[in-house]
Each structure stands twice: as structure tokens, then as C-alpha cells.
Nanobody, 127 residues
Framework: QVQLVESGGGSVQPGGSLRLSCVAS????????MGWFRQAAGNQRDWIAL???????VYADSVKGRFAISRDNAKNAVYLQMNSLQSEDTAIYYC?????????????????????WGQGTQVTVSS
């Protein structure tokens, strides 16, 4: 059974940085698509960054240029470096990983349909 465990959340002042980590266990293969979503209070869960095992990345406009996603395929881990954090970045951050085998594409719809999710980690940006 695949499980994801996130870490690295916390509280930071505006303009600060945090790095989130997500490690997957239970895989017998390298998942093609992994990514990060976030959900602010009262809002839906939105995707923010996706990365394929081949290195392709895509970012939501709201985080482009400030956040960077990376992976360590050997560890089945995905990371999110968050810089220049703003109050509107406050949310619970979730990682997700595709449970299917093969190079089958990487987008938010795939992860919503076929992904396994971590428990979430809170990020609070406040002065």
C-alpha cells in the first residue's frame, strides 16, 4: 500500500522561505507524476506544482517564479521550495503521487483521479 508522508510546514513571516518534503513508501516502481496542492480555509484544493519522473515541471501562475518543485526518484520523494512567501500562501499543503504504472502523463486531473495523498502540512505566513 502506497503512503505519502509530508514534512516541513510551519509558520514564517512574509518574504520568508520554507521547504516541504514528501516521501512515498510502498511503491515497487517510480511514479511518473508527483505534485503539490494546497487548500486554504474555505477554499477548494488547488494544484500548484507538478513534476514528472523525466523532469518536466509545470506551475500554477500563483506560485510561478517563487516556488520550485524537485524530485529524488531513487527515494520516491518530491520537494517544494517556497520563497518570497506571502499571506495568501497560507494553506494546508498536500503532496500527491500517481498510482498507475508507466509514462501516462502528468496533470492535476490525473492526480485527482488516480493519486494517493499525504496527510497535509500546514503553512502559515503571517507577520
Amino acid at each position: 500500500q502506497v503512503q505519502l508522508v509530508e514534512s516541513g510546514g510551519g509558520s514564517v513571516q512574509p518574504g520568508g522561505s520554507l521547504r516541504l518534503s514528501c516521501v512515498a513508501s510502498g511503491y515497487t516502481y517510480t511514479p511518473y507524476c508527483m505534485g503539490w496542492f494546497r487548500q486554504a480555509a474555505g477554499n477548494q484544493r488547488d494544484w500548484i506544482a507538478l513534476m514528472s519522473s523525466r523532469g518536466g515541471t509545470v506551475y500554477a501562475d500563483s506560485v510561478k517564479g517563487r516556488f520550485a518543485i524537485s524530485r529524488d526518484n531513487a527515494k520516491n520523494a518530491v520537494y517544494l521550495q517556497m520563497n518570497s512567501l506571502q499571506s495568501e500562501d497560507t494553506a494546508i499543503y498536500y503532496c500527491a503521487s500517481d498510482t498507475r504504472t508507466g509514462d501516462t502523463g502528468c496533470n492535476s486531473g490525473i492526480l485527482r483521479s488516480y493519486g494517493v495523498w499525504g496527510q497535509g502540512t500546514q503553512v502559515t505566513v503571517s507577520s
